[in-house]
């Protein structure tokens, strides 16, 4: 079987080809006007990034082709009726949400410090109750890597009140 290309076919194809890369590339953008502004070329170099509202995906950069332009008047504001209520800007009901998440993240943050804190605590009185022990002049024994007990001479006992006094001074604060 043969395939025959037409020149109606082949306009169709193309038609369809064009109109899906004029849908994927759509640019949007607030005018220096204040007005929208809908193109399928990027804004011109003298608007800001904040103004830029829709841009095609994939792309990096604008290029420094004229954009073609149809520009979408804005509404015109009339004046507000007495029963309608007024629009702040901002969501009472999102705000609420994002304050309430705040206050967990504080009271987390807060009840890991009192943790903390308690251990620091805790780890002070012990090396405290260390210290005590080793200037009290008290043979202290401790277990070396096979099981057995053996006596710590001066040297030993020297470097360990040494690093039992770092600790409590660390956290005995």
Same mark, same amino acid.
């Given at each position: ?17 064009? +109109? ?14 204040g007005r929208?502004? +809908? ?94 022990? +080793? ?15 053996e006596i ?22």
């Amino acid at each position: 079987m043969e395939l025959k290309i037409t020149p109606k076919h082949l306009v169709l194809v193309l038609a369809g080809w064009a +109109f899906a890369l004029s849908a994927a590339a759509q640019w949007q953008w607030i005018g220096k006007d204040g007005r929208k502004v +809908f193109s399928d070329r990027p804004p011109p170099a003298d608007i800001q990034d904040k103004d830029i509202l829709k841009q095609p995906g994939g792309r990096g950069g604008r290029a420094s082709v004229a954009p073609a332009v149809t520009e979408v008047p804005a509404p015109t504001v009339t004046a507000a009726k007495p029963n309608v209520p007024k629009i702040s800007g901002k969501d009472a009901e999102l705000e609420a949400k994002k304050k309430k998440l705040e206050e967990e993240e504080a009271a987390k943050k807060k009840a890991e410090e009192e943790k903390v804190a308690k251990a620091k605590t805790a780890n002070c009185e012990l090396a405290k109750k260390g210290l005590a022990t +080793f200037q009290s002049g008290v043979r202290v024994a401790s277990t070396n890597a096979k099981g057995e007990r053996e006596i710590m001479d001066d040297n030993a006992r020297a470097a360990e009140s040494k690093r039992v006094q770092a600790i409590v001074d660390r956290d005995c604060n």
